[in-house]
């Protein structure tokens, strides 16, 4: 573990911004975090947290406390019986390495969710997602070290894995850190294309099933669609994709189908989430360089969509000093 006073760490938020903290702990080994959390509680008085790839914080002024990167990566896996390959990475890695990892190899499960910005220990927090897939249906278990415990395992059935929601988004939230991360894999192909981006592409004519793809060829189109919507971070600051889309329930979700039958509605767990409303919060990001003005942008923008007034996390996005969660990445 290696601590450092007065830390810039421009390069580790997506933003680019110009924010420093007054101690950052970089903590490399794993073994090292539970000595890393009371070292960073000391130094700052209990005003400490962590910071995965940083796309998910938005910082309008220095950090006055205590910053915790995790930096101990490595990918392992191990082949199971009946085609299917069990990955093991740390918290440090890249979300996208661990992607190109297992598309390069052939394996199925991760290849629609290329490209997500973060790490591969934020992952599980918020469920992430995208074209259909999220990362909990290949899920398989996590490590983890609580604030005030020993180190524990979580399975797939313990998570409570919703659409962008899980067990470390609620009950533990604030209460453990994530290490490591289990994928169960496949060997034979297994194709999302609902998405109607993917589909077209692979799938124009709907008489083609995807068996003759390959994994890394669906995730090479998702990071081109990706890279269409939204700009480069080295090249124009922003916090990736991280709205959450309206999820509709029960008899609400059938009246909305049979109302508007073409509507791009979803099913998830517990609901059916209706996609493409969102698109207003990512394009006010491109548009100013300040961080606080860029603070009230995001708020108003989503302030101002009536279908996410409940949502928790607008209400992270109130202008005002500090740092702003905007998901978990």
Request: hydrophobic residues 35%; charged residues 25%.
């Amino acid at each position: 573990m290696k601590i450092f006073k007065d830390f810039d760490f421009k390069a580790y938020n997506t933003f680019g911004l110009e924010v420093r903290t007054k101690y950052w702990l970089e903590v490399a080994d794993e073994v090292d975090l539970p000595r890393a959390i009371e070292t960073a509680d000391e130094l700052s008085g209990g005003q400490f947290m962590f910071l995965g790839g940083g796309s998910n914080v938005l910082f309008c002024g220095n950090y006055p406390g205590a910053l915790i990167h995790l930096s101990f990566g490595g990918i392992q896996h191990s082949v199971l019986d009946h085609g299917q390959i069990l990955v093991e990475a740390g918290a440090g890695v890249s979300w996208h390495e661990l992607v190109r990892y297992t598309v390069e190899r052939g394996w199925w499960g991760l290849e629609n969710l290329a490209l997500i910005p973060g790490s591969v220990g934020a992952a599980p927090i918020q469920n992430i997602g995208a074209y259909g897939v999220e990362q909990g249906d290949v899920f398989e278990s996590l490590r983890g070290v609580p604030l005030n415990g020993p180190p524990s395992e979580y399975m797939k059935d313990q998570c409570a894995f919703a659409y962008r929601n899980s067990v470390f988004k609620q009950q533990m939230k604030g209460k453990m850190v994530i290490t490591r991360v289990r994928y169960r894999l496949h060997t034979e192909p297994h194709p999302q294309l609902a998405y109607k981006e993917l589909k077209a592409f692979f799938d124009p004519t709907g008489q083609h099933d995807g068996r003759g793809l390959k994994p890394d060829q669906i995730a090479d189109k998702v990071a081109e669609i990706r890279r269409a919507k939204l700009p480069d971070p080295a090249v124009l600051g922003n916090a990736g994709s991280f709205f959450k889309n309206p999820v509709l329930h029960g008899d609400d979700a059938d009246t909305f189908r049979s109302n508007f039958p073409n509507a791009p509605l979803f099913e998830v767990r517990g609901g059916s989430k209706l996609e493409g409303l969102c698109g207003v919060v990512n394009r006010a990001m491109r548009v100013e360089r300040s961080s606080k003005r860029i603070c009230r942008r995001i708020a108003g923008a989503c302030l101002g969509i009536g279908a996410l007034r409940r949502r928790s996390w607008t209400r992270s996005l109130d202008p005002c000093p500090g740092h702003h969660a905007l998901g978990s990445r």
